[in-house]
């Protein structure tokens, strides 16, 4: 059983480009979130879907955005970039069993984003 | 939003009780506290979850008082593998929401 993979695990871009990052869940689990962790932070929220809607977002600009499909797995699109969006980017899912936003969560690699 | 806060290091030797504490005045009422360890580089990996009380499994005990304003994570004999950086996870309340954040963490080192 496969747990959380993201793709890719690394990514250069410049100021000003638009990057795409993917994320599949564990086998039985519906819910999606999304973290960035600069260097020495920790992770921060970003947004949260379920039933391909975001439940929860951040203090994240709008040049986040995301989307989930139908078979729960999850895109992040950042617009714009700026030389602070390099960080890891971490995906985390978790089965919606107890209706909360912090039913356990279950963390992917990471996909690391350096912006030049 | 009130930050939720943690020690930032804490030093141990091999085979000793290490506590940390999560200090968390704002959580939200319906949400549970969740504990990771993490390496550099990787994911947050699971440790345990509680509600309120005293959760225990195979390798830590989580101690959550009843107002339920910080949690207490124990990792009982620690060894130099669990050197890490170690987080909570709560629901702060925000309005009528709450929202995902992590505690500042602490950066374990175990030394022989």
């Known amino acids: 059983d496969a747990g959380v993979t993201q793709s890719p695990t690394h990514l250069i871009k410049t100021r000003g480009q638009q990057v795409t990052l993917r994320c599949s869940p564990k086998s039985g689990h519906d819910t999606v979130s999304w973290y960035q962790q600069a260097l020495g932070q920790g992770p921060q929220f970003i947004f949260q879907?379920?039933?391909?809607?975001?439940?929860q977002r951040g203090n994240f600009p709008d040049r986040f955005s995301g989307h989930q499909f139908p078979n729960y797995s999850s895109e992040l699109n950042v617009n714009a970039l700026l030389l602070g969006d390099s960080a890891l980017y971490l995906c985390?899912?978790?089965?919606?069993?107890?209706?909360?936003?912090?039913?356990?969560?279950?963390f992917g690699p990471g996909t690391r984003l350096t912006v030049l | 939003l009130a930050k939720t806060t943690q020690p930032i290091s804490m030093d141990s030797y091999e085979g000793q009780e290490v506590n940390i504490t999560c200090s968390h005045n704002?959580?939200?009422?319906?949400?549970?506290i969740t504990w990771y360890q993490q390496f550099p580089s990787q994911g947050p990996r699971f440790i345990i979850q509680?509600?309120?009380t005293k959760v225990t499994n195979e390798v830590a005990s989580l101690f959550i008082p009843a107002d339920r304003k910080s949690s207490t994570l124990s990792l009982p004999r620690v060894s130099l593998s669990d050197t890490a950086v170690y987080y909570c996870?709560?629901?702060?309340?925000?309005?009528?929401?709450?929202?995902?954040?992590f505690g500042t963490g602490t950066r374990l080192q175990v030394t022989l």
């Open positions: 985390a899912s978790s089965p919606r069993l107890q209706g909360s936003s912090t039913d356990t969560q279950y």
């Open positions: 996870l709560v629901g702060v309340r925000a309005g009528t929401a709450s929202k995902l954040t």
């Open positions: 704002n959580i939200a009422t319906n949400d549970y």
């Open positions: 509680g509600y309120k």
């Open positions: 879907y379920y039933e391909e809607e975001e439940r």
